[in-house]
């Protein structure tokens, strides 16, 4: 059995656990536990009143999102609705001006750095997928591996069994196997997409962010990947921001809207698009 790395995250990141989390328990999280992770709510992430100011513009106003371990959401709405300084929020990028983010039931995401974050179990993925273009597939995977990257330890690295077999397993999940050996710059565009989202998983994350992720991609890609996604979900929790709204069907089970940095509805996606006020700041008669 593989043995999953805990995160280091230093005591003074850590709150006591919220034992009454109304808000959280109301919703009905799943219960699914992962290593290193306090979530006995079952909830991964707690955005709790978060709000974010850029010279008096309010790019994000009050907002309350909760999200389920293993759950996979989908986030929507128009273009400065708030979806892009939500993940950078998440992330540790940009700083509520107020509010509570908890990662868990006891991470502090307001007092971690972007890398503190990362090493605790956050993926992001950005639109523009973000490879090491010389190097091949192979190299991606095992650059990314969680481990010691310090000069000294990467000069002496020789793979192990056991990373050599997560490797395998990672690129049967994204579907490169049979492009291990060719340089990543030579990808198509939805490959490099998936070698992104591999290099993701090879950090074992607790919850993976992923930014217009089928953007760009044929429609076998993007089959692909609404079925790459459901496999993940359960193993880990996925935040999934995009437009396209037929791939958002075929993938989420609960969908949140953002409008003026607020969270204007949430439900299943028949539910939001049949509301009155989806219709009218996003969705069009």
Not at 224 to 245: I, N, Q, R, Y
């Amino acid at each position: 059995m593989r043995t999953v790395p805990l995160p280091v995250v230093h005591p003074e990141f850590m709150l006591e656990p919220i034992i009454d989390g109304a808000g959280r328990d109301a919703i009905g999280l799943g219960q699914l536990r992962q290593p290193g992770l306090d979530v006995r709510h079952g909830t991964v992430l707690t955005l709790e009143d978060i709000s974010v100011s850029f010279d008096g513009f309010k790019a994000l106003n009050a907002l309350n999102l909760y999200i389920g371990v293993g759950e996979l959401r989908c986030i929507i709405g128009p273009n400065g609705a708030g979806k892009t300084t939500l993940m950078d929020v998440i992330t540790g990028k940009t700083r509520p001006s107020t509010g509570k983010a908890w990662f868990g039931d006891t991470l502090d995401l307001t007092r971690m750095s972007e890398v503190e974050i990362a090493q605790s179990g956050i993926g992001r993925k950005f639109q523009k997928p973000t490879v090491f273009e010389a190097l091949t597939v192979y190299e991606n995977l095992e650059l990314a591996q969680k481990t010691d990257k310090s000069v000294w330890a990467s000069l002496r690295a020789r793979l192990s069994g056991e990373q050599r077999d997560r490797i395998d397993e990672v690129l049967g999940t994204i579907r490169l196997e049979a492009s291990q050996h060719r340089l990543a710059g030579l990808l198509s565009h939805g490959q490099k997409q998936f070698l992104e989202i591999g290099m993701l998983l090879m950090q074992d994350p607790q919850l993976l962010l992923l930014d217009e992720p089928v953007a760009g991609m044929t429609d076998a890609e993007t089959a692909f990947t609404a079925e790459l996604f459901k496999s993940l979900a359960g193993k880990h929790s996925l935040m999934v921001v995009e437009h396209d709204m037929g791939f958002v069907g075929s993938i989420a089970d609960h969908v949140t809207v953002l409008h003026q940095g607020s969270v204007l509805a949430e439900g299943s996606l028949e539910q939001v698009q049949a509301d009155d006020r989806v219709i009218e700041v996003y969705l069009g008669r």
